[in-house]
């Protein structure tokens, strides 16, 4: 591929990714704010641009591969790497007295070693069906129809969570 195109889809990917996680903070305020239409259409376009992004991305980084490689990749690279950047972040905003990005990147990351410890469940088949609970906020999965009271990591109210499931 001609390297300018490659920019291009570097580019094109980062700004499809954050415009489809903006859209879909669009779509809460608008929500709020008793604007369903507008909310409605700001969540299509999230989930749009979403698609956008993941199609740039296989141009990217070519086709993904089994099932298996793709649960190694998450366990051993992916998550891995991001729970080091974030925690890297965290450090960084610590030692600058950033302390609102500290807890966001330090949530982040622990959100993230969930993540470890629910694949591996999955992996072990102590999970069967798949139903989890997602907090729009900070993003901590719990398994299971019940949302907590509370998040754990962010403290935000059950209202704050996302069924996700067959
Ligand atoms: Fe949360």
Not at 23 to 37: M, N, V
């Amino acid at each position: 591929m001609h390297p300018i195109i490659t920019q291009h889809l570097e580019t094109l990917f980062l700004k499809a990714s954050r415009g489809a996680a903006r859209k879909a903070i669009y779509a809460l305020r608008a929500r709020q704010g008793g604007e369903s239409a507008l909310a409605a259409l700001y969540d299509a376009m999230s989930q749009s641009e979403a698609a956008q992004a993941r199609r740039l991305l296989i141009q990217l980084r070519g086709q993904t591969g089994t099932s298996g490689d793709n649960r190694q990749t998450c366990l051993t690279e992916e998550i891995p790497d991001l729970i080091e950047n974030y925690n890297t972040a965290t450090e960084h905003a610590r030692e600058h007295g950033e302390r609102a990005m500290q807890g966001a990147f330090s949530q982040s990351a622990r959100v993230e070693k969930i993540y470890l410890s629910l694949l591996r469940k999955v992996e072990q088949n102590k999970i069967s069906q798949g139903h989890y609970q997602v907090c729009r906020f900070c993003g901590f999965i719990r398994e299971g129809h019940e949302a907590p009271e509370n998040c754990p990591i962010c403290t935000a109210p059950s209202s704050r969570f996302q069924a996700v499931g067959p």
